[in-house]
């Protein structure tokens, strides 16, 4: 059974960096594309970012410049660093896979979510 968990979120002052992690398991899972999604207040839920397993990242136009993806293959782990953030980036984040195990079909999952909260 595929399980995709974030952590890291939490109230943050305008400004203040914050890290977001996102693990899938289990370890032999092949996460061929690691994303971030968010979704505010009333809003649909957008991308933010993404990262293939060949390290190619893309980013939503309203982060482009202050939030960074990354992964540690190894880890199964993603992370999303989110630097100079703004009352606009208050959301749930939600990590999204897309993989599979072994020859299984290749599919999307969804992790729980984690809420971020920039106020001052």
């Known amino acids: 059974q595929v399980q995709v968990v974030e952590s890291g979120g939490g109230l943050v002052q305008p400004g203040e960096s914050l890290t977001l992690s996102c693990t899938v398991s289990?370890?032999?899972?092949?996460?061929?594309?690691m994303g971030w999604y968010r979704q505010a207040p009333g809003k649909e839920r957008v991308v933010v970012a993404s990262?293939?397993?060949?390290?190619?990242?893309n980013y939503a136009n309203p982060v482009k410049g202050r939030f960074t993806i990354t992964r540690e293959a190894a880890n199964n782990t993603a992370y999303l660093h989110m630097n100079s953030p703004n009352p606009e980036d208050t959301a749930v984040y939600y990590c999204?896979?897309?993989?599979?195990?072994?020859?299984?079909?290749?599919?999307?999952?969804w992790g729980q979510g984690t809420q971020v909260t920039v106020s001052s």
């Open positions: 999204n896979v897309y993989g599979q195990i072994g020859s299984a079909r290749i599919q999307y999952y």
């Open positions: 289990p370890r032999t899972f092949n996460a061929y594309t």
């Open positions: 990262i293939t397993n060949y390290g190619i990242t």
